[in-house]
């Protein structure tokens, strides 16, 4: 072992010193004894009894000097002994290096005999002995044990069988042995001259062995192998691994040491051209791209922690090559960054009596939406750092949701951003991708905000209702962040991966359906009902803001077109039936293009539009009322209903038919309208006898209720009064007045529960003709919301059981008195469906008394 490789071992008690001071000097070698402990005829003397030198990690093999440090006292007394006799020992290794006394299992019984050659006493105090490895020797047996070990040894010579794949391995060492010299840089050149001096193949393998970086358990393993050849081919092993760890290592360093040759290079090269350009007046793209970065960085006004993101960015920008991919990505994400208005907000105008002025302008009606506007501009005079409301206007199609939200940014004086999310499937629309993807870019959003260049827009969320969701996620719940007041402030776009601060923004959702949206994002919102339109508005809409649109849509002058009060109410009543303007604006749309055609065509028709012209520019009208045309029969009510598109009436229709007494739904009724119907049909056969109806009779008859318009799904609990009535004015053969109409929740005890959507039904029922309508006693409260004047048109009924119910439908009710025609037509038709009704139902219960007779 060289005196490097064994400078970082320590053994307490014997060291192998790389010290300097450690030169051979001190005790003198005897007379007659060489440095190499052999006798004047040069053969080895080894005495048969040697004393017994314990070593810690270290390994003394044959032909090689070590110097080894002096630790423990029980060692010192081994030396003591050695120098005044044979100045030889036996170096045997520990097993356990951590053993302080170790005993004869503890030892290994293959050591080195060595002779001592000098003796060197340190300035600290301790002692250094420098040895010289004789032969390899065995213990044979132990002969004294105190005050020290010593031991009968036997030498082990080496067994050599000459051959030429001897001569070949020793060949081989020597080439690996001086590869491996050349890639240690710690090993003089000198050892390759001392390799190529040693003789024997057992004296090459040894002094190889002793100079590899090896633990003890292989420099043992070496020690022990006494076939020359045998330890040659492990000790050539192990050098070749050697050598591919060095070589691997160089390479390591060369790779490193180019990279920052190349780095060093271009730093060098960029900085003299850096340096040429300021000579010369020029910059380069990249500068001044990188100078441009940092003042739209300083203008942008960002925050603190974004403005670090920014920084590290472009810190980063500069050391990537402009030929990479990533630079076209970090430019993009610099320019997002730059471009978004982190601290630039529109000021809003707070005078309420012109933002009350825009919005009486913009929209007829809405009461409660204009006075929630005007609240919010009260509390924000008062409180300017407030949040934003956020508003949900729920409310069939064509009401004027959406442009009541450019209203409001108008009056506010906000930019304004819609954003339409019906069928968004993708949570990335909402928070963006991620800036791993290719493609990346910001969620709309964040996009929208960049686009108005104001961190306080009006911003409308259009169609919220109609959000999907997928394996990409769910935008509903993405949603929940911007529309919380308490989180938006931090909102985190996935791209940007730095907040922003939306809580300046004023969010207004919008939806037909409130039912559809999930309860958390319901519960983040005020919803705000907007109701259809009644015959009275839609006319003022229509004078106010259709009529003048379309003209200057078709380029038509007011003074050539001019429509009449009682044409537009023919258009709103006989042309379109809905709860918005859009049709109407259509139909009004219509008009001016025929007008348009007459006046290029050079046609002398009229410019006023009556009632009278609107057949030959829109053809006879689609719609009348449903109510004029029906007759008063047993077992048909007219109900009331309410889907996303606003209200409208339904009738259900009952016949009882020879049976087992089963109840058959038809009309595309859901699972909740079903179970309605069987609890109206359950109290029926209760109270049947009440009615004097036999029950056995109802039990041999099957009873069908339909409900026409097969092709619309229907659902939900409030036709529960409808299907008892109808069920009721079947068995008791007593018709409902068809201009009756009927709403309400029934339960098995009797009880006529509340429903919601009245002023869509009420309303509903009032384009439909109806002039009484039966409702729950508890929903008489949501009436304030009916205009007062369809209120003075309609009867309203309050009912809170079905005793109620049937005295209100099945008896003659005080009603409006009626006008002589309507009297006139209503009695003839008494007369007629009397006849009918009463031949008809003697069929039935003659056909049901027959099939009970039978039964029985």
Not at 457 to 481: I, N, Q, T, W, Y
Not at 547 to 569: T, Y
Not at 740 to 751: F, P, V
Request: proline share 5%; net charge positive; glycine share 8%.
């Amino acid at each position: 072992m060289t005196s490097e490789d064994a400078s970082n071992k320590s053994t307490e008690d014997v060291h192998v010193l790389t010290d300097e001071s450690a030169e051979y000097g001190g005790a003198d070698v005897p007379v007659g004894t060489r440095a190499d402990g052999r006798d004047d005829r040069g053969q080895a003397r080894i005495p048969d009894e040697l004393p017994i030198l314990p070593l810690r990690d270290a390994v003394v093999f044959p032909g090689t000097i070590v110097p080894l440090k002096v630790v423990r006292e029980k060692v010192q007394r081994v030396l003591d002994a050695a120098l005044s006799g044979s100045r030889m020992v036996c170096a045997v290794p520990q097993r356990n290096s951590d053993t302080e006394d170790p005993t004869l299992d503890d030892l290994y019984r293959v050591g080195t005999a060595c002779a001592i050659l000098k003796l060197v006493r340190l300035d600290d105090g301790s002692e250094t002995i420098v040895v010289h490895g004789v032969a390899r020797v065995g213990i044979v047996e132990i002969k004294q044990h105190a005050p020290y070990w010593t031991a009968l040894v036997q030498p082990r010579p080496d067994t050599v069988t000459p051959s030429k794949a001897l001569d070949a391995l020793v060949h081989t060492t020597r080439t690996i042995a001086h590869r491996a010299i050349e890639l240690s840089p710690n090993v003089p050149d000198e050892a390759i001259n001392v390799i190529e001096t040693i003789p024997s193949a057992g004296g090459l393998a040894d002094f190889l062995a002793a100079n590899l970086s090896l633990d003890l358990v292989q420099r043992q393993e070496f020690l022990e192998t006494f076939d020359v050849e045998d330890r040659l081919r492990k000790v050539n092993k192990a050098v070749a691994r050697q050598v591919e760890i060095l070589e691997m290592s160089q390479k390591i360093q060369s790779q490193v040491r180019q990279q920052m040759d190349q780095s060093q290079r271009e730093y060098y090269l960029r900085e003299q051209l850096r340096a040429i350009q300021q000579e010369l007046g020029v910059t380069d793209a990249r500068a001044a791209e990188t100078e441009g970065f940092k003042k739209r960085i300083a203008e942008a006004k960002m925050p603190k922690n974004v403005e670090a993101q920014a920084q590290r960015e472009l810190e980063r920008l500069a050391v990537i090559p402009q030929a990479s991919p990533e630079y076209s990505v970090s430019v993009d994400y610099l320019n997002w960054l730059c471009s978004l208005p982190w601290s630039v907000k529109t000021e809003d105008r707070l005078d309420i009596k012109r933002a009350a002025k825009i919005l009486n302008q913009d929209h007829y009606g809405l009461e409660k939406v204009k006075r929630r506007i005007l609240e919010f501009l009260a509390v924000r005079k008062l409180n300017p750092d407030g949040r934003g409301p956020i508003l949900c206007f729920a409310g069939p199609p064509g009401v004027g949701k959406t442009s009541l939200g450019k209203s409001i940014a108008r009056a506010l004086g906000r930019k304004f951003i819609r954003i339409s999310l019906g069928g968004s499937r993708d949570e990335a629309d909402i928070r963006g991708h991620r800036r791993t993807y290719i493609g990346a870019m910001p969620g709309r959003i964040i996009q929208e905000i960049r686009k108005v260049g104001s961190n306080s827009p009006v911003f409308m969320l259009d169609e919220v209702d109609k959000l999907g969701s997928d394996f990409r996620g769910d935008p509903a719940s993405a949603l929940l962040e911007v529309l919380d007041p308490a989180q938006n402030s931090e909102f985190t776009d996935h791209y940007l991966d730095v907040p922003f601060d939306l809580s300046n923004a004023m969010f207004i959702a919008t939806a037909n359906y409130m039912d559809a949206i999930p309860a958390p994002l319901r519960d983040r919102m005020e919803v705000i009902c907007v109701s259809g339109y009644t015959h009275r508005e839609k006319l003022q809409i229509a004078k106010r803001y259709l009529v003048p649109r379309q003209l200057q849509s078709n380029g038509l002058a007011k003074s050539k077109v001019k429509f009449d009060d009682e044409a537009l109410r023919t258009i709103i009543a006989g042309y379109t039936l809905e709860a918005g303007v859009r049709g109407l604006e259509r139909k009004i749309g219509a008009v001016c293009r025929a007008r348009a055609v007459a006046i290029v065509e050079g046609s002398r028709r009229s410019k006023r539009v009556t009632a009278r012209s609107l057949a030959k520019d829109l053809g006879p009208p689609f719609h009348e009322s449903e109510i004029a045309s029906e007759d008063s029969v047993p077992g048909v009510v007219t109900g009331l209903a309410f889907t996303p598109m606003g209200g409208e009436i339904l009738f259900v229709e009952a016949r009882c038919m020879p049976g087992s007494g089963r109840l058959n739904l038809t009309g595309q009724i859901g699972d909740v309208m079903r179970e309605s119907a069987q609890a109206a049909f359950s109290i029926v056969r209760q109270r049947c006898k009440q009615w004097g109806v036999d029950a056995k009779t109802l039990l041999a008859s099957d009873v069908h209720i339909h409900v026409p318009a097969g092709a619309i799904p229907k659902d939900g609990p409030s036709a529960g009064v409808a299907m008892f009535t109808v069920l009721a004015s079947m068995l008791m053969d007593q018709p409902v007045d068809p201009r009756t109409g009927m709403t309400g929740e029934i339960t098995l005890r009797g009880a006529v529960l509340p429903v919601g959507g009245i002023r869509e039904k009420v309303l509903a029922a009032h384009r439909a003709g109806l002039t009484r309508i039966i409702l729950p006693e508890r929903n008489m409260r949501d009436l304030h919301e009916i205009p007062n004047d369809i209120r003075d048109q309609i009867e309203f009924v309050p009912v809170r059981s079905i005793d109620g119910l049937i005295k209100a439908t099945l008896k003659p009710a005080r009603r409006k008195k009626p006008t002589k025609k309507v009297a006139r037509k209503t009695a003839a038709g008494k007369r007629s469906r009397a006849s009918t009704s009463e031949s008809g139902d003697k069929k039935v219960a003659s056909r049901s008394k027959r099939a009970a007779a039978r039964k029985r």
